[in-house]
């Protein structure tokens, strides 16, 4: 049984499944019409299309990449109909575009705004609440910046593209904030041993404390602190 399966196991359909060999060479010219394609579609979006993509532009990216992947393998999938889509797109593109640069409201709707996200090294937490970001996430972030604690930072924002735009203290006026770095956060406490400057660990806010019982965080208040750093930013 096994060997009559083998027998009638047929490598052209593995390979090719239902078209022939001659569709190959098909596939090779229906590529490089749609990869030209592309190119030319992308020029036409313009340098900022291309760069930082914002919800609207990432739409408009998926959408000239479908049309122009199903031609290049699928038989059926005539190349003008792909063309007319590309063109389509971009004249929807063009036309939003101009909409937004005209009109504040439209911008907003579908770029979005940015956001502050830390303020005088204290997290904003109605607007990080917003934002689909965890903190590890965010922290990792900020480390690429070579920031270790929150009391570096006048402030943090994302922009609509996603990025992180940091603005620091200067050296003189950097304060205690919130540690950052890995594993900062792993032990919270409730109970002061050693006084000196906390933070909470849930938005950053940071005081200093006597020994006995942290208490809450006047800013949200959580129970949980940590040691807060003052080191100075390395660059």
């Given at each position: 049984m096994l060997l009559?399966?083998?027998l009638s196991f047929s490598w052209k359909e593995l390979f090719l499944g239902t078209e022939d060999w001659a569709f190959l060479l098909e596939i090779v010219?229906?590529?490089?019409?749609?990869?030209?394609?592309?190119?030319?579609?992308?020029?036409?979006?313009?340098?900022?299309?291309?760069?930082?993509?914002s919800i609207f532009e990432l739409v408009v990216i998926i959408g000239l990449g479908s049309a122009a992947?199903?031609?290049?393998?699928?038989?059926?999938?005539?190349?003008?109909?792909s063309i007319i889509v590309f063109i389509v797109i971009i004249i929807l593109y063009s036309t939003?575009?101009?909409?937004?640069?005209?009109?504040?409201?439209?911008?907003?709707?579908?770029?979005g705004k940015a956001?502050?996200?830390?303020?005088?090294?204290?997290?904003?937490?109605?607007?990080?609440?917003?934002?689909?970001?965890?903190?590890?996430?965010?922290?990792?972030?900020?480390?690429?910046?070579s920031v270790s604690h929150l009391g570096q930072i006048e402030f943090a924002i994302?922009?609509?593209?996603?990025?992180?735009?940091?603005?620091?203290?200067?050296?003189?006026?950097?304060?205690?904030g919130l540690p950052i770095m890995l594993h900062s956060l792993d032990n919270p406490i409730r109970n002061i041993e050693k006084p000196g400057h906390y933070s909470c660990t849930f938005?950053?806010?940071?005081?200093?404390?006597?020994?006995?019982?942290?208490?809450?965080?006047?800013?949200?208040?959580k129970h949980n602190w940590v040691e807060a750093s003052n080191r100075l930013r390395i660059t």
């Open positions: 009559s399966a083998f010219l229906r590529t490089i019409i749609m990869f030209l394609t592309i190119i030319i579609g992308l020029r036409a979006l313009g340098k900022r299309g291309v760069k930082q993509l992947g199903d031609p290049m393998f699928y038989k059926e999938v005539g190349i003008v109909s939003i575009t101009k909409l937004i640069g005209r009109f504040k409201k439209i911008e907003n709707l579908l770029e956001m502050c996200l830390i303020e005088n090294g204290i997290f904003a937490i109605d607007n990080f609440k917003k934002e689909n970001l965890g903190s590890d996430e965010f922290f990792a972030e900020l480390r690429l910046k994302e922009e609509v593209s996603g990025d992180i735009s940091v603005f620091f203290f200067e050296d003189e006026k950097v304060k205690y938005c950053g806010y940071t005081e200093e404390k006597t020994s006995g019982n942290a208490g809450s965080c006047k800013n949200c208040g």
